[in-house]
């Protein structure tokens, strides 16, 4: 079965450019976190969508970040315009079902370097 | 406040020593869900186990134990004979139905076995 998938898996671009972060969900789970990961500040909880539907996007550091799912099976995090303390590795992660006792599983991340 | 916490942030043992890597949590709901997940040095993030909030039953899996105690919050994992592929960032995390399902990470504790 496929996991998580996210992309691109590596992403260098100039600060001020767009930068769109892509994430498929595991077919069937309806929940959707966006994390992002970095030394200073270890992992961070962004937004996270159940049933498609934002629930809690407290996380999103500014204007700047957004974050959509068009679909009940896809994400986009999209950074505009982008700065270089917004490199990290950011990770997407799905779990089955809007009970609290499933786990979430994560795709292996995009890490993003901002130049 | 500091829903998970994981106070050790770098321990290394020599291979075949045991090791604990403590968890405690904070929660008011009686229905809750305890993980352990696994960061190794290639970056994803790996699902290790899963503990509801009304089974107190230790598990045992393989070299991995978890010991989870309500009355101290607390829900440790033991690695028994450590092994060099054991060298990983830990990550325990709470998920309580009374916040939407949000997951709560603590700060992960960096494991470095040394053959």
């Known amino acids: 079965d496929a996991g998580v998938i996210q992309s691109p898996r590596h992403e260098v671009t100039e600060m001020g450019q767009e930068v769109t972060l892509r994430c498929k969900l595991i077919?069937?789970?309806?929940?959707l976190f966006w994390y992002r990961q970095t030394m200073m500040r270890g992992l961070e909880l962004l937004i996270y969508?159940?049933?498609?539907?934002?629930?809690?996007d407290s996380g999103m550091p500014e204007d700047r970040f957004s974050a959509k799912m068009p679909n009940a099976s896809f994400s986009t995090l999209k950074i505009q315009p982008s700065e270089p303390r917004d490199s990290a590795v950011y990770f997407c992660?799905?779990?089955?079902?809007?009970?609290?006792?499933?786990?979430?599983?994560f795709g292996d991340g995009t890490r993003l370097s901002i130049l | 406040a500091q829903k998970v916490t994981q106070a050790q942030t770098e321990i290394s043992v020599v291979e075949k020593e045991d090791v604990t890597l403590d968890c405690v949590y904070e929660?008011?709901?009686?229905?809750?869900?305890l993980f352990w997940y696994k960061q190794p040095p290639s970056g994803e993030l790996v699902f290790l186990i899963r503990?509801?909030?009304?089974?107190?039953q230790n598990e045992i899996s393989g070299r991995y134990s978890w010991n989870f105690q309500k009355s101290t919050s607390s829900f440790n994992f033991t690695i028994t004979a450590s092994q060099v592929v054991d060298s990983a960032v830990y990550f325990c995390?709470?998920?309580?139905?009374?916040?939407?399902?949000?997951?709560?990470f603590g700060t992960g504790t960096s494991l470095t076995v040394i053959p």
């Open positions: 992660a799905s779990s089955l079902g809007a009970d609290s006792n499933q786990p979430q599983h």
């Open positions: 929660t008011r709901d009686t229905t809750y869900y």
């Open positions: 995390a709470l998920r309580q139905p009374g916040t939407g399902n949000q997951f709560y």
């Open positions: 503990r509801n909030s009304f089974d107190e």
């Open positions: 969508f159940n049933n498609n539907v934002p629930i809690d």
């Open positions: 077919s069937g789970h309806n929940s």
